[in-house]
Each structure stands twice: as C-alpha cells, then as structure tokens.
C-alpha cells in the first residue's frame, strides 16, 4: 500500500514563499505520477500541479504558472511544491495524490492527509 505524507505548510504573508513537501512510502517513487490539489473552505478541490513520472513532464494550473514550481527527487521519495509570490488566494488544504498511469486520471488512487497553507497579513 502506497502511503503519502505531506508537510511544510503553515501561516506565511502575502508575497512570502512555502516549500511543500510529500514523501512516498510503500514503493518507489518514479512509478508513479505525482499531483498535488488543493481545497479552500466552501471550494471544490482543485488541481495545481503534476510532476510526470516519464520524462520530467509538469504540468500547473493557470492560477498557479509562473509562481509555483513542483520538482521530484526520486532519490529520496520525495515530490516537492515551491511556492513564490503566494496570494490570499492560495490559502486551502493542500494535497498530494500519486498514480500510476497519468498526470491526468479520472482519480487519483493514493492520497496524503493534506497540509494546510494559509496566507495572510
């Protein structure tokens, strides 16, 4: 059974950076696809990004593009969300989910307990 583990989230200001962190446990991490979500309070979770297990392919929401950057390090089971700029906006539960056919399944099967990001003055 695959199990993943995030952490790193917290309280940050506006403009401040995160660094998020999920780390893979149960097999090795370049089988799968990693994504990572997030949901706001009386929001439907969205996704933000996903780091492909071929050939280093990511992908980021639009909301996100030029601020957050997602980076694996099989090495160490580790997938990581860098977050720059951040708004008021981005404050949700983050999530990393981990599959092994896609970025882009219909649902992702292995799923963390999230972290919660809050942004604010």
């Known amino acids: 059974q695959l199990q993943l583990v995030e952490s790193g989230g917290g309280l940050v200001q506006p403009g401040g950076s995160l660094r998020l962190s999920c780390v893979v446990s149960?097999?090795?991490?370049?089988?799968?696809?990693i994504g990572w979500f997030r949901q706001a309070p009386g929001k439907e979770r969205e996704g933000v990004s996903c780091?492909?297990?071929?050939?280093?392919?990511?992908y980021y929401a639009d909301s996100v593009k030029g601020r957050f950057t997602i980076f694996r390090d099989n090495a160490k089971n580790t997938v990581y969300l860098q977050m720059n700029s951040l708004k008021h906006e981005d404050t949700a539960v983050y999530y990393c989910?981990?599959?092994?056919?896609?970025?882009?399944?219909?649902?992702?099967?292995?799923w963390g307990q999230g972290t919660q990001v809050t942004v604010s003055s």
């Open positions: 149960g097999y090795t991490l370049d089988y799968y696809h």
């Open positions: 780091a492909s297990r071929n050939d280093n392919s990511t």
């Open positions: 989910a981990a599959d092994s056919s896609s970025c882009f399944p219909r649902v992702y099967t292995y």
